[in-house]
């Protein structure tokens, strides 16, 4: 994208908490949480090559560890640091889960690794219950720190009036995670486009021949796993900071489960594989869709019955996924190159 | 060529931003109440895993509604249910949340635990009244929960003293407790832990999830510790399971279940041979009890037309809407029909009747359960809607003696 269509985009993304009520701030958070998380996938998936079914797990780490880091409750661990603190440990402490589950990448590949990544889905589930002192157990769970930066709170605590509009919790969470976004692509842009992003192309297309090159392949598949990993985190303290609570999932079909790590691939292969636009735009898709048409749905009366919007999303996207796959591979990336094209 | 038409787009997308005004700020506190009308919310699952108990509970909510209104309203204004769907996903019911808030006085549904816990700060923040579609002890740390019935906690220490009673168990036994992981379960088993050590029982717990559907190795783990009696905090194909797996392996011990653990729809299930064993407490009637309110409700649905097959939401549905009558004619009296009225109106609110559809509730103790009466009812297919009362309403020594979580805070 040309850098001039930039500074509208971000003017529009500054101005809409000043026109859109706090259920589309919401639902657009959402599609935030979904774009960083998506973006950490398409970085494993699609610039290594390193298939992972494991984004829900990682998720859960972030979450867990940024209540445990921030947490002041008295019945539960806690270390009661200061929120922003908290957030970079738990990023970091969800880098380095990735890098302990690198060695497995380097054993298995492929399909197997994606099956291999999934048994740690399982392991969140379990964790998740069991360590109940940390996530606060399936019954209650736990409520997050409110997030401060510099003693500003984001919630609904003190008076901001900007241009009429009072912003409350809602609208402040709207530019954290604004900022959070902007970091997560521009970092991300970053490496891709640098010599850490040539060694997962490279590792992605030929091990034998990265090697040959001088890339050490299972430091890089560490590293990838790593980045990712921490992007997944990253999304998962967004995600409690959503939510108001980190709540361990009761079935493997929850918040951090199967479901969500499969919603990730989706929007990574939707997106199309490797393209960090593109998984922002998968993003919005999977994770937009059923949040918006549900909105849309209460105000003008649609589906009623059984034909729910959740229902029609699952339909859209699953549909989506097979489209992509027999007719265009590169996914809404592809698409976008190819609109550039046709204009210029 | 391109540069212009950059900027052209640059243009196009800030210029309607520029062009309308920005949303306002304004916040009332009698937010859902106008001169003629009070809306009150309802957040269903009519989608998800419990469409048909949310669906039916929120057929008994529009019976309530129109029935209220025939008769004149409350305060001398009609009830209008603002209904939203949200699949028992958490994530649509936070951003629908903002959306249906500044709609409504309060909540006469909120279904499914996840949902509850992830909107719990809002309601209190916002100072929303809500009758949640879930029985645990452990919301009432909410401040604005109304539960209506007891909670699964006193159900377990009823029907505990009911089988030590009926002479099915004695002080020492070993009892198993079966309890699906969450919320429920987790406030099942804080009942029975509770009753097994004032009466030195020797309590197994185990823990299952709720979509594990073959619980015969849990069964004959139990049978090995020779365990009185199997209480029960599942689902209901799960109740089927250990049932079936308490005759097959002779073990037939009484069985007590919590009341979402039972379904009519067992006693057409393979199972159904088995559920003799069954002792179901609840402290909300199925849908064809041997109770006038109940027939009343039951001929208002065949009346109204509704295409599913009825269950025991609808009465508690409607019972909710009794409560909530009753809970707004207070606040009218106080002449307080904000959201701040109605939570003092609820406190207020210590003798709440439901014609016998619900124990008589009292909100008046914080964190307390609204009541600690239950009926223990047995599966037959005989009668209507798949259960007859063994034991009417009552209240046992232990659960009078039992503090809730939250009590007292």
């Known amino acids: 994208m040309s850098k001039l269509l930039w500074i509208p985009v971000a003017v529009v993304l500054l101005a809409l908490p000043l026109y859109l009520d706090a259920s589309w701030l919401k639902a657009g958070q959402y599609m935030m949480i979904g774009a960083v998380g998506a973006i950490g996938l398409t970085l494993l998936s699609g610039q290594a ?56 990448a380097g054993r298995v590949r492929g399909i197997y690794l994606g099956v291999a990544s999934l048994a740690l889905v399982f392991l969140g589930l379990y964790l998740g219950q069991a360590a109940g002192s940390l996530t606060g157990g399936t019954s209650t769970g ?13 919630s609904n605590e003190g008076t901001l009036i900007v241009a009429g509009v009072p912003l409350r919790g809602t ?26 992003g040539r060694s997962w192309r490279a590792v992605r297309d030929n091990e034998a021949a990265a090697t040959a090159m001088g890339v050490d392949v299972r430091r890089t598949k560490a590293g990838v796993f790593a980045v990712s990993s921490a992007y997944a985190g990253l999304a998962g303290v967004m995600i409690v900071l959503w939510f108001d ?57 649609w589906f009623t019955g059984s034909v729910t919007p959740v229902l029609v999303s699952s339909f859209v996207y699953g ?19 190819r609109i550039k094209e046709l204009r210029s | 060529m391109r540069r212009l038409l950059f900027k052209a787009a640059a243009v196009a997308l800030v210029l309607p931003l520029a062009a309308c ?23 269903a699952d009519l989608s998800g895993p419990f469409k048909s108990l949310s669906t039916a509970i929120t057929q008994g909510n529009e019976l309530w509604a129109k029935d209220v209104n025939a008769a004149g309203g409350v305060c001398g204004r009609q009830i209008k249910l603002e209904t939203v769907d949200h699949g028992y996903k958490a994530d649509t019911a936070k951003t629908l949340y903002p959306q249906i808030e500044p709609k409504v006085l309060g909540f006469v549904q909120l279904t499914g635990s996840p949902v509850m816990a992830a909107l719990g700060k809002n309601i209190e923040a916002d100072k929303v009244t809500t009758t949640p579609a879930s029985w645990s002890s452990e919301l009432l740390n909410n401040p604005y929960a109304m539960i209506v019935g007891t909670t699964y906690d006193i159900e377990m220490i009823d029907g505990l003293s009911y089988l030590q009673e009926k002479g099915m168990l004695a002080d020492g036994d070993s009892v198993g407790h079966i309890y699906v992981d969450g919320e429920y379960g987790a406030n099942g088993l804080r009942g029975s832990k509770y009753y097994a050590e004032q009466h030195k029982l020797q309590l197994h717990d185990v823990k299952i999830t709720s979509t594990d559907t073959d619980l015969t190795n849990v069964v004959t783990g139990l049978k090995g510790q020779g365990v009185k009696v199997i209480l029960l905090t599942t689902t209901p194909k799960q109740t089927g399971s250990a049932a079936a797996a308490n005759k097959a392996l002779g073990l037939n011990v009484p069985i007590l279940s919590n009341n979402p653990a039972f379904d009519p729809a067992l006693l057409k299930s393979p199972a159904a041979s088995a559920l003799d064993k069954l002792y179901i407490v609840a402290s909300t009637v199925p849908f064809s009890a ?46 307080d029909l904000t959201r701040d009225g109605i939570h003092k109106a609820m406190q207020q609110t210590t003798s709440a009747d439901t014609g016998d559809l619900v124990a008589a509730l009292n909100f008046g103790t914080p964190g307390a359960p609204a009541t600690r009466q239950v009926y223990v009812a047995q599966p037959d297919a005989s009668a209507p809607g798949g259960t007859k009362y063994v034991q009417p309403l009552f209240e046992a020594e232990a659960a009078k003696a039992y503090k809730a979580p939250h009590e007292g805070q």
């Not at chain 1, 736990?142 to 709170?153: C, D, I, K, M, V």
């Not at chain 1, 709207?174 to 850490?196: E, H, M, P, Q």
């Open chain 1, 49 to 104: 090559g390193q298939l992972s079914l494991a984004h829900g797990f990682f998720l859960l780490v972030g979450a867990t560890s940024y209540s445990v880091l921030s947490g002041t409750d008295d019945d539960l661990v806690g270390l009661g640091l200061n929120p922003l603190l908290a957030l970079i440990g738990a990023v970091a402490i969800s880098a380095l889960a990735g890098v302990a589950f690198a060695p497995v």
């Open chain 1, 245 to 301: 609570i980190l709540k361990p999932d009761e079935n493997e079909f929850g918040t951090y489960g199967i479901n969500t790590s499969i919603a990730f691939l989706a929007m990574a292969i939707i997106g199309g594989l490797g393209s960090i636009p593109g998984a922002v735009a998968g993003a919005v898709v999977v994770y937009g869709l059923p949040q918006l048409l549900t909105l849309y749905s209460t105000d003008l009366g």
């Open chain 2, 21 to 43: 005004s920005t949303k306002g700020g304004a916040e009332t506190n009698s937010t859902g109440v106008t001169d003629k009308e009070i809306t009150l919310g309802v957040m």
């Open chain 1, 319 to 337: 549909a989506a996924i097979v489209l992509v796959v027999l007719f265009e591979p590169g996914g809404l990336a592809a698409i976008g190159r």
């Open chain 1, 171 to 196: 609208e402040r969470l709207w530019y954290l995670f604004l900022i959070l976004l902007a970091l997560s692509y521009w970092l991300a842009k970053g490496a891709v486009g640098t010599r850490i």
């Open chain 2, 290 to 335: 041997d109770i006038p309110k109940a027939k009343e409700i039951a001929q208002k649905y065949a009346a109204a037309g509704y295409k599913e097959p009825p269950n025991a939401g609808t009465p508690y549905g409607y019972a909710v809407g009794e409560v909530w009558g009753t809970v707004l004619k207070k606040a009218c009296e106080n002449k």
């Open chain 1, 142 to 154: 736990r409520a997050p720190a409110t997030f401060e930066l510099f003693g500003f709170s984001f």
